[in-house]
């Protein structure tokens, strides 16, 4: 199971743009484009992360940044 987070991004906390929850589970999540599913190379598209609100369930995603993952008690 996905371990409980909270997060930051440039220092300001991330809250849940729909519920405004703070506790997330965090998660790879590929970026399939759709030439490279054409070519079959899936494998090599870009990953973000991909942080899913626990109290709503929305997913927020983050390419490449200063996201920082902090451990929530849970």
């Known amino acids: 199971m996905a371990k409980l987070v909270h997060a ?3 220092g300001k906390r991330v ?3 729909v519920c405004g929850g703070g506790v997330f589970r965090e998660r790879e999540v590929k ?3 759709t030439g490279m599913e054409f070519f079959n190379l899936a494998w090599a ?4 992360t991909g942080l899913v609100c626990q109290s ?3 997913v927020h995603l983050f390419v490449r940044g ?4 902090h451990r929530a008690e849970g």
């Not at 598209?45 to 973000?48: G, H, I, V, W």
């Not at 200063?66 to 993952?69: A, G, V, W, Y």
């Open 45 to 48: 598209n870009e990953s973000a």
């Open 66 to 69: 200063s996201l920082t993952l």
């Open 31 to 33: 970026l399939n484009s």
């Open 15 to 17: 809250q849940c743009l």
């Open 8 to 10: 930051t991004v440039g």
């Open 56 to 58: 709503c369930g929305y």
